[in-house]
T-cell receptor, first 116, second 112 residues
Framework: AQKVTQAQTEISVVEKEDVTLDCVYE???????LFWYKQPPSGELVFLIRRNSFDEQNEISGRYSWNFQKSTSSFNFTITASQVVDSAVYFC?????????????FGQGTRLTINP | DADVTQTPRNRITKTGKRIMLECSQT?????MYWYRQDPGLGLQLIYY???????NKGEISDGYSVSRQAQAKFSLSLESAIPNQTALYFCPPSCLAGETQYFGPGTRLLVL
């Protein structure tokens, strides 16, 4: 069965520090998709990135970057020069095909607190 | 964004009451889903639907039922609410496997 593990339950850093959120996944599928979502205190789930299993290029978007390594089944997320507004719970998710539909398997989330 | 509307946004109910959460989308997606997020945890799939004639159980369907009244509408019912069903409920539509699902603000339910 698919599984996503976010071993870091909570992380607290001081503003401007770099921080990496870890995500390790398990799947038997050869084609799959990985996602990161941000959940601020409002509760809304905000999409950050999607990566398919055939694309191992790292992705950078402003202060955000993602490191996908198939060899270690990891899809880690780094925030550079963190800001207080980055404080949120971050979820890593793995797609699982179910009869032509898509189920997302979520990790437990990492609560990130950026202190001023 | 997928232009999804969930109603109500917040609801407080009592144990044993029947309650319906509604979801509608305007993008013509054929597949719709209901997920539940327990406080402090990740999301779990309750039900999903391919179209109005196709409803499927997810991993935590006990205590819930759904209705796909039209392609654009997918309702979730709690026949007899219990406190363990206190959670944030999301209804993200999508078309194909691998497509990005937008979850929106969800419905916050508190069962007393």
């Amino acid at each position: 069965a698919q599984k996503v593990t976010q071993a870091q339950t909570e992380i607290s850093v001081v503003e401007k520090e770099d921080v990496t959120l870890d995500c390790v996944y398990e799947t038997r599928d050869t084609t799959y998709y990985l996602f990161w979502y941000k959940q601020p205190p409002s509760g809304e789930l905000v999409f950050l990135i999607r990566r398919n299993s055939f694309d191992e290029q790292n992705e950078i978007s402003g202060r955000y970057s993602w490191n996908f390594q198939k060899s270690t089944s990891s899809f880690n997320f780094t925030i550079t020069a963190s800001q207080v507004v980055d404080s949120a719970v971050y979820f890593c998710a793995l797609s699982e095909a179910i009869q032509g539909a898509q189920k997302l398997v979520f990790g437990q989330g990492t609560r990130l607190t950026i202190n001023p | 964004d997928a232009d999804v509307t969930q109603t109500p946004r917040n609801r407080i109910t009592k144990t044993g009451k029947r309650i319906m959460l509604e979801c509608s989308q305007t993008k013509g997606h054929d597949r719709m889903y209901w997920y539940r997020q327990d406080p402090g945890l990740g999301l779990q799939l309750i039900y999903y639907s391919f179209d109005v004639k196709d409803i499927n159980k997810g991993e935590i369907s006990d205590g819930y039922s759904v209705s796909r009244q039209a392609q654009a509408k997918f309702s979730l019912s709690l026949e007899s609410a219990i406190p363990n069903q206190t959670a944030l409920y999301f209804c993200p539509p999508s078309c194909l496997a691998g497509e990005t699902q937008y979850f929106g603000p969800g419905t916050r339910l508190l069962v007393l």
